[in-house]
């Protein structure tokens, strides 16, 4: 699959309040791989919903979303599954981290679908974010910048085409925002990927070629 | 991945589960058990079935004195009858001869005997080799149980020199025998070709009699000492009633035994019915812990499924763990098994001493059957559940 396209896409929660002026909602709008996507979304306009919808956790909107040629909707949760393993792969927002397991065994849960990195890659990656010396720690016992960086190695360990951001370095000071940028460019460059970066504001983290406004 | 998604499962809640499993399943199989073992003595076609009953009239000053008669005419056979309570009856055809039967070398006993003649519907047991055609010189004969066990265990041991046989080496053995009438006198020959727990008495083909009775007897209408009865069910107090009213006499302990053949039957069915109630309950509150294991692991399964996890995949992981536990009741239920049964057997050594009880293979499969059964449908319920769960928002 070479492109992601949206076609007249309504998320149904917001069907009555999004803005005419979106690039993407109720528009024509495709998602090139390789290709670094901004989009720019200010709260309450569906930047999580998209983000879902992009990696097949939401299903509730009218138009079409289409994988290459074929129609996101008619894929089964399974084949969604498979997609998520190996050409998708996201930074959630509210991380989803197993709380009493350590960050490497986070990390591990998703590593062993795919068998991406071995062991002593993950922790060279985790040292890259400054995050080495966490890793045997309980992800509660992390604070909230600490876990957000073991979420984004964990993004990394598989496979992708595409990688979404939603609000990935939200709490990150620039430092170590850079440190994060920096594998993730060297990552997506090394799977011909690009980033789809959702966040409020305007940002500079990636060389752009699509900018879009939800 | 296990401990993720079962960590949080209480393993207090799924052993007592499993145990009522094993109590519901094993009480279960022990009745269905003693049910077939028991079988033959409550089924109503055995030996000691009430549906068979042997009438006579009662005997009195008056038959001493040949004033009055013990016997029935065709008559009464027919109003016995035509009561409503008996579905079928038929008189015993007697020898109008003398029979002296004479056992031969080396224990020379010489005893009158008696024959008597019924259809073949009446006989309990009725061997292939139990029949005869003039001209034969073998009468074949069905003797009572109750006769053998007079001779063997009341008579013999009293008589020096009269040895115990054991019943299948009496079988088939030729004895001699003296038939005397009013025609004359006739030498035969006579065996043993089976036993009748039913009718307690020497039973020979009606061919037989018939030819004996009017060759060698008087061939005078034949009258019927004891009548034998079908009925519906022995312990029918209407049934009591009628034989008293008319005077006939029959074997009381048979309709006691027909009662308690009833309380037997009432109490294995209890039984039975509240090992299959415990087993449903136990199918119904598995599918219970199979909603709550999913719901209380909600929050890993829907994050696993948006990591990439497939929902096969965490089928699998919960439905194997599942599966084993289900297997360590299978195993309990085939290692208590034969102790529950060598309890029994311990309990029923007291008053039925030479009654062993067997386990059917039926009776095993049942454990299996119900393991398969629970297996489907925690497969069915879990696939749903997870379904459920994971693609809700």
Not at chain 2, 171 to 187: M, V, W, Y
Request: hydrophobic share 45%; glycine share 6%.
């Amino acid at each position: 699959m070479q492109k992601i396209v949206f076609h007249k896409v309504v998320p149904l929660p917001i069907k009555e309040t999004f803005s005419q002026q979106s690039d993407v909602w109720g528009k024509e709008v495709a998602f090139e791989q390789g290709v670094n996507c901004h989009v720019c979304a200010p709260s309450g306009t569906g930047k999580t919903t998209l983000s879902h919808i992009l990696c097949g956790l939401r299903h509730d909107y009218d138009g079409e979303v289409l994988l290459g040629d074929v129609k996101a909707k008619s894929l089964s949760p399974d084949q969604w599954s498979a997609l998520r393993q190996t050409e998708i792969s996201i930074i959630y927002q509210d991380l989803k981290l197993l709380e009493e397991y350590s960050g490497f065994e986070n990390i591990q849960i998703k590593n062993r679908l795919t068998n991406f990195f071995t062991p002593a890659e993950i922790e060279a990656h985790a040292d890259q974010l400054g995050i080495a010396r966490l890793l045997g720690k309980a992800c509660k016992q992390m604070s909230r910048g600490e876990r957000q960086r073991v979420c984004i190695l964990r993004a990394l360990s598989q496979p992708f085409k595409w990688l979404i951001l939603d609000e990935a370095f939200s709490h990150l000071d620039e430092a170590n925002t850079n440190k994060a940028i920096a594998l993730i460019n060297e990552i997506a460059a090394r799977n011909k990927a690009g980033v789809i970066a959702c966040n409020l504001f305007e940002d500079q983290h990636f060389k752009y070629t699509q900018k879009l406004k939800l | 991945m296990v401990k993720i998604l079962w960590g949080k499962q209480s393993f207090f809640q799924l052993a007592l589960t499993m145990i009522a499993l094993v109590v519901g399943v094993s009480l279960m199989v022990v009745t269905i058990n003693l049910y077939l073992n028991f079988k033959e003595l409550l089924s109503d076609n055995d030996a000691f079935s009430n549906n068979y009953l042997v009438i006579n009239k009662s005997v009195g000053y008056l038959n001493t004195f040949g004033l009055s008669s013990t016997t029935f005419d065709d008559a009464e056979i027919a109003d016995v009858k035509s009561n409503g309570l008996v579905l079928d009856a038929e008189g015993f055809k007697a020898n109008q001869f003398d029979v002296e039967l004479k056992t031969g070398e080396p224990i020379n006993l010489r005893m009158e005997i008696y024959f008597e003649s019924i259809s073949k519907k009446y006989i309990d047991k009725v061997p292939s080799t139990w029949t005869w055609r003039e001209g034969e010189e073998v009468v074949p004969i069905i003797m009572s149980t109750e006769f053998y066990n007079l001779m063997s265990f009341g008579f013999t041991p009293t008589k020096k020199g009269i040895p115990q046989i054991p019943k299948s080496l009496l079988l088939n053995h030729i004895f001699e025998l003296n038939l005397r009438g009013a025609k004359g006198e006739k030498k035969m020959k006579t065996k043993i070709v089976g036993y009748s727990d039913r009718i307690n008495s020497l039973i020979v083909p009606q061919e037989f009699l018939n030819w004996a009775n009017s060759n060698v007897g008087s061939g005078t209408k034949s009258t019927y000492s004891r009548v034998m009865l079908e009925v519906e069910d022995a312990s029918d107090p209407a049934l009591t009633n009628y034989l008293e009213n008319n005077g006939y006499v029959t074997n009381r302990d048979q309709l006691l035994s027909g009662s308690g053949k009833t309380k037997v039957k009432l109490f294995l069915s209890v039984l039975g019915l509240i090992g299959g109630f415990i087993v449903v309950l136990t199918l119904n509150t598995l599918v219970m812990n199979i909603q709550l294991l999913v719901s209380k692991a909600k929050a890993e399964l829907k994050m696993l499924f948006s990591l990439g996890y497939r929902l096969k995949t965490l089928f699998a992981y919960m439905f194997y763990g599942f599966v084993v536990m289900q297997l360590i009741p299978l195993l309990l239920i085939f290692i208590l098994l034969p102790i529950v049964n060598a309890g029994i057997q311990a309990g029923l050594n007291e008053f039925m001493p030479n009654f062993i009880l067997q386990t059917s293979t039926q009776v095993l499969l049942l454990p299996i059957t119900v393991f398969a059964l629970s297996i489907m449908v925690m497969a069915i319920f879990l696939k749903r559940f997870l379904r459920l769960s994971v693609l809700s928002d």
